[in-house]
């Protein structure tokens, strides 16, 4: 490449990078088109789904297209642990799929206004029929590496009417954040690499997201929470888990 010259390059990165989305986008949309015809084939299409999300996940971020990489990790949320697939979430995955396919062609990425209305567009899957609850535009991100944590509070969140996020790595949480700020943030208070108390101080410090209302999920008494902003809610881990994530949506005026 000692004669390329830098729009070259661009122009061959974004080309590169154009082939590889194309190639894990046709990877899913051939292994649903299988599941269309023979719905025993469940198992090995989502383990497809989940490989090639995955790797859509880290190319977004590596060839400079955030949008992408939020999007793939909001797909990977969505598949979580689905074990079947049925014709409305063969639909979904299909448009995860679409929206990563048109992101891919964009020249320029979209702002932070258009970030969050194409991220707020994209398929949620509720565990219950949807018309047992209201349906609100209120994102939470709940950031847990515990999955039995993960899975009981985005259940009392789902059945808010709430758009759930589970991101279990708190670093990646902070990316995901500013790129896309949620209404609310459950942090787990224990996590390796970041704890939840410096997770909120952290996103509390920055002016895109210092207005997102926090909450600390922890099995810890109030003399082990020094350092939680005032203005945090507390979730504890036992009998009044349920009772305390309820008072913090009451308290931040979000249901």
């Known amino acids: 490449m000692g004669g390329m010259d830098i729009d070259d390059l661009v122009e061959q990165l974004q080309s590169e990078f154009q082939d590889y989305i194309h190639d894990r986008l046709e990877a899913i949309y051939t292994s649903l088109e299988t599941v269309k015809k023979d719905d025993k084939a469940s198992t090995e299409v989502l383990r497809i789904c989940r490989r090639e999300v995955h790797s859509l996940k880290g190319a977004g971020s590596t060839f400079g297209y955030p949008i992408v990489t939020l999007i793939a990790q ?138 997102v209302k926090m909450a600390l999920m922890t099995s810890m008494d109030a003399a082990q929470l020094r350092g939680v902003p005032d203005d945090a809610a507390i979730v504890h881990l036992g009998p009044t888990f349920q009772d305390d994530i309820a008072a913090a949506i009451t308290r931040f005026n979000l249901g």
């Open 74 to 211: 909001r797909m990977e949320t969505y598949l979580g642990d689905l074990k079947d697939l049925d014709r409305k979430l063969i639909a979904d995955i299909q448009t995860f799929a679409d929206r990563i396919a048109e992101m891919a062609e964009l020249t320029e990425q979209p702002d932070l206004v258009a970030t969050n209305q194409i991220i707020r567009r994209l398929p949620t899957r509720f565990e219950f029929d949807i018309t047992d609850v209201d349906v609100r535009d209120v994102e939470v991100m709940l950031v847990t590496p515990n999955k039995l944590v993960a899975r009981r509070a985005a259940r009392e969140l789902a059945a808010c009417g709430f758009r759930v996020n589970i991101v279990s790595d708190p670093i990646e949480a902070v990316s995901i954040a500013v790129r896309m700020p949620p209404d609310m943030v459950i942090a787990s208070a224990v996590m390796d690499g970041l704890g939840g108390i410096d997770l909120i101080r952290g996103l509390r410090a920055m002016s895109v997201t210092e207005n």
